[in-house]
Nanobody
Framework: VQLQASGGGLVQTGGSLGLSCVASGRTFSSYVMAWFRQAPGKQREWVATIRRGDSTLYSNFAKGRFTISRDNAKNTLYLQMNSLKVEDTAVYYC?????WGQGTLVTVSS
């Protein structure tokens, strides 16, 4: 399985950014997918999960600001991030079980 994340970049506080993650394989819709992030000097932490059937879970810091979604026809996972804060600066990773994407860097400037 290959997971290719993209969409990171530099954004100002309060801005928005959308991340994408394209997965290889045929049965994308069957899997639970998630986003994690790792800030400089910190451990990787969970951001959000989307299950089969598209139910979603969010970490406390993501609730109300981030939206995880998927397009099964495109084998693509998304993370829409709004009202970004400096503390959201991190490398964001898409995840499926034991498989990780390469990460995409999000930098939020004040």
């Amino acid at each position: 399985v290959q997971l290719q994340a993209s969409g990171g970049g530099l954004v100002q506080t309060g801005g928005s950014l959308g991340l994408s993650c394209v997965a290889s394989g045929r049965t994308f819709s069957s899997y639970v997918m998630a986003w994690f992030r790792q800030a400089p000097g910190k451990q990787r932490e969970w951001v959000a999960t989307i299950r089969r059937g598209d139910s979603t879970l969010y970490s406390n810091f993501a609730k109300g600001r981030f939206t995880i979604s998927r397009d099964n026809a495109k084998n693509t996972l998304y993370l829409q991030m709004n009202s970004l804060k400096v503390e959201d600066t991190a490398v964001y990773y898409c995840n499926r079980g034991n498989f990780w994407g390469q990460g995409t860097l999000v930098t939020v400037s004040s």
